[in-house]
């Protein structure tokens, strides 16, 4: 089968291997119907995520139909349309117990899919834990509209759930990328007072403007009078940092408000200062760390009642064997690109 592979830092290939096999009864073999590319999948290119291992198949975002299944998945079935989770987690360690599965003490726990195993840009991939890592997609849900849920829109559901948002509060969000655009939409579920999304690429800004007219999109020349219009209590009451570029640490606990909750959302390829004293008195809540992606049922279930639309964000699709134009596309943001869909099944098919 093709598969697109991570041989060294910058060097990605799409190469032949061989099928994957069930090698424990806990697993299932998935048909991918759709992957996608994420920025993580960069950030192992550009060599940031050092537990990623040379050789593995890369992707940890995609959708499609069980294979096989091992002696002991119970959940799924060959046939059934799934999605698949960017973690896997074995359910029962002290950490999934508190649905910290991105913590997951299991050697296979956490994000390993397109990281430490082989992922799914390819036509087929294993996934260990079954029955925690794959989600049913409910009749009449597609597989375009299922194809973020287990890795972008729950990182967004995660971030949103987290930062304890309530419908009296202004929400900041740093990013209008396609993490930030989700993590828009599950803000927008919280239905607060009022929503600012700050982003400095006008075909984002224009993408958020365009879609979500509602929400006060600005440049970061404008955030601070944006912020002083809106926020009475000397900032937002929410941030949320989903855009992980030069200096948007410094925004995201400036315009907070004093006692504020700042999300870290972000995967940084350079570490971070806080200053502290700078910061003194403000008397802020950080909360940082990789989606705990437990929540994609719950996700599903807001899809099909018509609550959350990720079709939007596809704004390109490419076939498996032309991934390598499609990468090219994504990571030099080209074409005004939010998502990329790649069609992981030859056309006979």
Known sequence: ?????????????????????????KDAIVR???ASICTSDLHIKHGAVPRAVPGITVGHEMVGTVETVGSEVTKVKPGDRVAVNVETFCGTCFFCKRGYVNNCTDPDGGWALGCRIDGGQAEYVRVPHA??????????????????????????????RISEIRPEDTVLILGAGPTGICTLLCARLKDPKKLIVCEKDQDRLAFV??????????????LPETVKRFC????ADVVL??????????????YARPNAVV???????????????QMYGKNLTFKTGGVDGCDCEE???????????????????????????????????????????????PEER
């Not at 089968?1 to 009864?25: H, I, N, Q």
């Not at 925690?132 to 972008?152: C, K, N, R």
């Not at 403007?209 to 404008?222: C, D, G, L, Q, S």
Request: glycine fraction near 8%.
């Open 209 to 222: 403007r365009k879609h979500y007219p509602e929400v006060t999109a600005v440049t970061p020349e404008e």
């Open 1 to 25: 089968m093709l598969a697109y592979t991570y041989v060294s830092k910058g060097d990605f290939r799409l190469m032949e291997k061989p099928e994957p096999e069930l090698r424990d009864g």
């Open 131 to 160: 029955d925690q890592g794959l989600t049913m997609i409910p009749e009449g849900v597609s597989f375009e509209q299922a194809l973020f849920v287990g890795d972008v829109l729950a990182t967004g559901f995660w971030a949103v």
């Open 263 to 277: 999300t870290i959302v972000a995967l940084y390829e350079e570490d971070q200062v806080l200053p502290l004293p």
């Open 299 to 345: 996700i599903l279930s807001l899809i099909a009642e018509g609550r959350l639309d990720t079709l939007p964000l596809i704004t390109h699709t490419y076939p498996l064997e032309q991934i390598e134009a499609a990468y090219e596309l994504f990571e030099n943001k080209k074409d005004r690109v939010m998502k990329v869909a790649v069609r992981c099944q």
């Open 232 to 235: 009475p209590n000397g900032g």
């Open 241 to 254: 940092e989903v855009a992980g570029a030069k200096g948007t640490f410094e925004m995201a606990w400036k």
């Open 32 to 34: 991918v119907e759709l």
